[in-house]
């Protein structure tokens, strides 16, 4: 099955960027869905953004679509979420995912966080004023 792991996160403030990346390892033949989430002290887990391996199309959550985007790189098995205009409500602890969820799901950001079955150790994104 396949390992991930996030890097990038750090303090920064308002309105600056960050780019944090999911490297994936482990051999697998087939393709998933990666997803990206973030979880605030006290707060719900949330699904920021997710693609599918293979495929450009991607699905990001309207509460940051316009500041957050992901992308990948299937030949380094690697998946970034690109985030510019950062907000102190952005700061959370944020984890990319893997799930088994079809490529249809994946896309359109149909799916929780109970359908990823593979989770990254995490990477602190804090954002001060």
């Known amino acids: 099955q396949v390992q991930l792991a996030e890097s990038g996160g750090g303090s920064v403030q308002a309105g600056g960027s960050l780019r944090l990346s999911c490297v994936a390892s482990g051999y697998s033949s087939n393709n998933y869905c990666v997803g990206w989430f973030r979880q605030a002290p006290g707060k719900e887990r949330e699904g920021i953004a997710s693609i599918y391996t293979g495929n450009t199309i991607t699905y990001v959550h309207a509460s940051v679509k316009g500041r957050f985007s992901i992308s990948q790189d299937d030949a380094e098995d690697t998946r970034y979420l690109q985030m510019d205009g950062l907000k102190p409500e952005d700061t959370a602890m944020y984890y990319c995912?893997?799930?088994?969820?079809?490529?249809?799901?994946?896309?359109?950001?149909?799916?929780?966080?109970?359908?990823?079955?593979?989770w990254g150790q995490g990477t602190q994104v804090t954002v001060s004023s």
């Open positions: 995912a893997a799930s088994s969820i079809p490529w249809t799901s994946c896309t359109r950001g149909q799916w929780t966080a109970i359908n990823f079955r593979t």
